[in-house]
């Protein structure tokens, strides 16, 4: 793009530092949503894996009283 010999650019103005902080501030919002959704996934995942290990328990302490019911 040819620029005229006379062109002088726009000053900075309040409204361009006003773009600038609301730019800032979406994406900081966006990194605290992004954030928090990973949070809530890991507490899902430690929640399923404690029902798991606690009914894998479970299972072997039920076994454990059958065989011994078996052997007595």
């Known amino acids: ?6 062109y002088i650019p ?3 103005r309040l409204a361009d530092v006003f773009v600038v ?9 966006t990194a605290f949503h992004v954030f928090s959704d ?3 996934e890991l507490a899902k995942y430690n929640a399923i894996r404690k029902n798991e290990v606690n009914q894998a328990w479970e299972d072997f302490t039920i076994d454990l009283e059958t065989m011994e019911d078996n052997n007595g």
């Open 10 to 12: 726009r000053s900075i």
């Open 38 to 40: 990973e949070i809530l």
């Open 1 to 6: 793009m040819k620029k005229e010999p006379n």
């Open 21 to 29: 902080f609301a730019g800032f501030f979406h994406n900081l919002i």
